[in-house]
């Protein structure tokens, strides 16, 4: 019995220091949320038996495992993609996406998707961005998404908030570039270059009316300044003949005097010559 014990008590020795080198350690930081779970054990609802973990971590890694996902904000630069709207032009998106795992929702995530950040981003996430743009893409026509494509975004960023949020990843950040086909491109350029010729035409219109209102003000003005002259001058002119006019009568009078007195001389100095009636 005693040799019986002493191999029960080596086993169980060997069990037990086997089972302490086995043991294994990790730490799990602020940036992290770990998972531990029982690699052969599942629950009910045929889930892995897991919880989350933080800091120094000890499991056996035959039976059990340590999965860490970070907490961070990540950021993804999506590949382009097209979506077409509700009369049928192809518009190119160009997404990127700012998120982070919610913390509370981390073991729901990993029992789910059993899959790193990355894969989760270039499969689910990446599905529900190009879901969102292709069913609000579908509610807009070409021009209306054109001129509204602030609400647009909004609208995708709506849907992405609510898909995106139920599975456990919060978005902090979503924008994108919007890419019309070539010929709405075209269309809208030469819109532009005809808005832009009209004001350019309107705007030298503008400044030729104004130029031919300045000549014809100053033609005004000139008229003005030559009546002003003229009646100025006839003024004057009437002015200095009125008061010369006398003394040019006298002086020709004088001028032409023969010396010789007239027979009869009327008054204030009007002359008769009665010589004339003599006969």
């Known amino acids: 019995m005693k040799g019986i014990y002493k191999v029960l008590i080596t086993i ?26 029982k690699k052969f054990s599942v629950s009910e609802q045929g889930e892995l038996v897991a919880t989350p973990v933080t800091g120094f971590t000890f499991y056996n890694p035959i039976i059990t ?6 907490v961070y904000i990540q950021r993804i630069d999506y590949q382009p993609f097209t979506v077409t709207t509700k009369d049928a032009a192809v518009f190119t998106m160009d997404p990127v ?7 509370d929702k981390a073991t729901y995530v990993f029992n789910k998707y059993r899959k790193p950040l990355d894969d989760i981003e270039q499969g689910y996430m990446r599905t529900c961005i190009y879901d969102a743009y292709r069913i609000t893409a579908n509610a807009y026509s070409s021009d209306e998404l054109m001129a509204n494509r602030g609400k647009f975004e909004s609208e995708v960023r709506a849907m992405l908030d609510k898909s995106l949020g139920d599975e456990g990843f919060i978005v902090s950040e979503f924008t994108s570039q919007i890419t019309p ?36 003000a100053k033609a005004k003005g000139d008229a003005e300044a030559m009546k002003i002259k003229a009646d100025a001058e006839a003024y004057y002119n009437k002015t200095i003949s009125a008061s010369l006019s006398e003394y040019i009568v006298r002086e020709d009078f004088i001028e032409k005097w023969n010396g010789v007195l007239p027979t009869v001389q009327g008054s204030e100095g009007m002359v008769f010559d009665m010589s004339k009636f003599a006969k």
């Open 65 to 70: 495992s340590v999965f860490t996902y970070p």
């Open 97 to 103: 996406l700012a998120y982070q795992l919610n913390r």
């Open 181 to 216: 086909p070539a010929s709405l491109s075209a269309a809208i350029e030469a819109k532009n270059q005809a808005i832009q010729n009209a004001l350019k035409a309107s705007n030298q219109v503008a400044e030729a009316e104004a130029n031919a209102q300045i000549a014809i």
């Open 12 to 37: 169980f020795a060997a069990f037990i220091l086997s089972s302490l080198f086995l043991v294994r350690c990790t730490m799990v930081d602020n940036s992290e949320v770990g998972i531990r779970f």
